[in-house]
DNA sequence: GTGAAAGCGCTAACAG
DNA sequence: CTGTTAGCGCTTTCAC
């Protein structure tokens, strides 16, 4: 029972009076042993608490069974459930995760190395900056790739995006019903790809929306920056009628500044929007108006897509945009 | 450049006029190779794009370089920060984390299989309930744990415990300052160790402060059970003096709902407090006295304690008990 | 300091 | 259906 050294197929089939390569079919799923065998093997195996060894199996099937998923250490409220999601939906498809958390944009070259030695059957990318000439490593070194959420300008890469136009849209078209006189947008840092599109995809739509009055602060999506954004505001110019935000964490640190340091009322002073639909979003407190991602739908594209291109590497990039839901909190003046 | 399949380090050692195994010495850090012989090989390996395979050498080290964590899929707002802390610690001693998500406890049997044929090189537990015997497995197979914030009653084990008694304790001075009349104790769920432990407390200091009038509910952790459990709590009894809960979450739920369904002022009519300083227990809207956990030591910690032990496979068990910081909120009731 | 050779524990043809 | 036989790509003695 207890061993000291760890037990083999051979020490089974040893012991079961098998050869090895049968102690080794027992343990495949699918492969058809006889009764008797699989009797003989499973007792043994039992007995010794044999395990197979997944380091081997790997080393021959040239499959490790392994997803390198790619997270960002700064915290993005949302990715914690995603990332919990897509363990989970890997895990049903036998696959587990191998995290590798980013913290600057510069361990990016470390973190290729260590992808590629470890062999890992594909990446999901929650988080980085990939330049097109990064995805053309992955293409080389034949692991599927899937973007989450971001976007490469001018390649071809697999991505599962929440579609920013259409949600961006209908905040603006919720906060376009009191006629606010200016806008104020309050965009996540520069360094993010999802910041940018939202804010560029912002300003684009109030354009097209005829907004004169629309203004740009950077935050970078935390609770104390959308607090000091607005009180620096404040400082030189009065009450914006409408803040649209890249998150809804920030949205929530506009609301706490609005209210503690200034006496403005939401929403009747001042409507707020917030992006992405993260549980406090909707705590009583805030109740802001937001896009709520679809996040378990997204993961499910991003996985069965790397799925499909880990089984069939010549399969095309392809790219699913997924349509979040407007909530209509009470974050937005009505008429 | 491109090549077509995997290079080895006998494609290298062919181009580069040397044996393999001098390949394999340039690669591996702290061996003695001549500066010609290294020169000559890292040129054929750049040409080609060589990369060690690490689960070739993951199986003749018998070293995965990878540690198993375990964590919940039920959302404890703490465990993202502490699991991006792990990544980034562990990567710093060249190890990976393999993660994986616990659905409910029948899922253990079947993860712990998963552990066993992935050799991990170790494993940090920041959920599930470990019986004694569960900890036996892995003296078996020889491969060392840590929990996180959990005990085994009645076993030794690597711990590193958030001082929950001390803590609490702070939480209890600090309401009966203004001398509650009664108390209600708000657990999480019956099947967190920690919640138990958390209660368990809180009932025996509330007992030995005297205090007379102490209730129990029972919550799942999240925001909506908080706002539940003291709505039904106030159907057929009075406001009560002060709440205990057993997170932060749940603290907010409670805030919301006295504040939105029954025009209760916190601190005032009645006092709350939480425990585990989440960035979300500072907002403006709710300043919650807590307890902040020292995420960071913790994490340190556990991190050392299994390395230690991974090195050293025979040192002792351990248990470390690190102090959290009393947050003085405004929700606690002042004189 | 270097190369030859022997595996690590398993899978995958291939005969029987 | 079962056993035999080659490896997977690397690390690690051991001579030289």
């Not at 089984?311 to 945009?321: L, Q």
Request: glycine share 6%; aromatic share 6%.
């Amino acid at each position: 029972m207890t061993r000291n050294k760890k037990v083999t197929s051979y020490d089974v089939a040893r012991e079961a009076g098998v050869s090895q390569s049968a102690v080794s079919r027992v343990f495949r799923p699918g492969l058809s042993v006889s009764q008797k065998t699989r009797d003989k093997v499973m007792t043994a195996a039992n007995a010794m608490g044999y395990r197979p060894n997944a380091i081997a199996r790997m080393l021959i099937t040239k499959q490790s069974g392994m997803v390198a998923v790619i997270v960002s250490s700064r915290a993005n409220v949302n990715y914690p459930e995603v990332l919990s999601q897509v363990s989970k939906q890997l895990a049903a498809r036998n696959k587990r995760v191998l995290l590798f958390t980013l913290d600057d944009a510069e361990g990016l070259d470390d973190l290729f190395e260590q992808i590629w030695t470890f062999q890992v059957d594909g990446v999901i990318a929650l988080a980085a900056h990939f330049e097109s000439e990064k995805l053309a490593q992955f293409e080389q070194h034949k692991i599927p790739v899937v973007l989450y959420n971001r976007n490469v300008p001018g390649a071809m890469a697999n991505t599962v995006c929440c579609n920013h136009e259409q949600g961006i849209k209908q905040l603006i078209l919720e906060l376009e019903q009191s006629n606010p006189k200016n806008y104020l947008v309050l965009s996540g840092p520069k360094d993010s790809d999802v910041a940018n599109e939202r804010r560029e995809i912002a300003l684009s739509l109030l354009k097209q929306f005829g907004a004169k009055d629309v203004s740009v602060l950077f935050g970078d999506y935390s609770y104390q920056s959308g607090r000091d954004c607005l009180a620096q505001w404040l400082e030189k110019n009065p009450t914006p009628d409408a803040v649209i935000c890249s998150n809804d964490t920030m949205a929530i640190g506009v609301i706490d500044e609005a209210r503690d340091n200034h006496n403005i009322h939401i929403p009747n002073d001042m409507s707020v929007v917030g992006f992405d639909g993260i549980t406090s979003s909707a705590w009583k407190s805030y109740q802001i108006t937001t896009i709520k991602q679809p996040l378990e739908q997204l993961v499910k594209a991003a996985i069965e897509m790397l799925l499909e291109h880990i089984e069939n590497p010549d399969s095309p990039p392809e790219s699913r945009v997924l349509t979040g839901a407007l909530i209509k909190g009470n974050s937005v003046k009505r008429i």
